[in-house]
């Protein structure tokens, strides 16, 4: 079955830039997604990317995909420390599932 | 526009006492259903999932059940709570067809006793 890896925590310096990356093993071709959760919510939709791209660009966000090597990154530019939380990747595991990722725990330091 | 609620937000259980977490879903007609558990610290664990009334799909054997009585209502229950079902319960639709987005719910910390 398909099996999504990210590293477990990424610190950052306010004000730099955060990569977090996601690997996986198989995916069809549709969406592939970036999720955020703050402590004790849910998961709030952040951003996608269709399969046929390369670079997605959403204001502070970029997701970069690379379908050969099967990895997915979002980048978050000047980064704050309202972004600090987990971030979770999210692939297609079959027509109605997604598989997520294991989850970033991104902590921004003042 | 949809919005996805749950509830109860924290719930506190004793082990062998029965559990039902509800979820519906307002905005929208046929969404796909999902119940996924969180343990403290760890991904997202897919539970079940339901394309239409009725349609349940289990996706690992467990203690626990799923139901679908109503279009945009989904039920997560158990007969007798164990201490492994402690952790944070996360309700999810998304849009008929395959592949798209799932939104979430706010979740429900789960303590068993």
């Known amino acids: 079955g398909e099996d999504v890896e990210q590293s477990l925590f990424l610190s950052v310096r306010e004000g730099d830039s955060s990569v977090i990356n996601c690997t996986y093993t198989?995916?069809?071709?549709?969406?592939l997604y970036w999720y955020k959760q703050e402590p004790g919510a849910g998961l709030q939709l952040l951003t996608y990317i269709f399969s046929n791209m390369d670079m997605k660009q959403d204001q502070r966000l970029t997701v970069l995909l690379n379908k050969k090597d099967k990895h997915l990154s979002l980048r978050i530019a000047d980064t704050q420390t309202g972004d600090s939380a987990i971030y979770f990747c999210a692939v297609p595991g079959g027509t109605y599932k997604y598989i997520f990722g294991t989850g970033t725990r991104l902590k921004v330091l003042a | 526009s949809q919005t996805i609620h749950q509830w109860p937000a924290t719930l506190v259980q004793p082990v062998g006492s029965p559990l039902s977490l509800e979820c519906t879903v307002e905005g929208t007609s046929n969404p796909n259903l999902y119940w996924y558990r969180q343990a403290a610290g760890r991904g997202l664990q897919l539970l079940f999932y339901s394309v239409g009334i009725g349609q349940i799909s289990s996706e690992v054997p467990q203690n626990l059940s799923a139901s679908r009585p109503q279009d945009r209502q989904f039920i997560l229950s158990s007969k007798k709570l164990l201490l492994s079902d402690s952790g944070f319960y996360l309700c999810a639709w998304s849009g008929t067809g395959g592949n798209q987005p799932q939104h979430f719910g706010d979740g429900t910390r789960l303590s068993i006793l």
């Open positions: 198989d995916s069809s071709s549709t969406y």
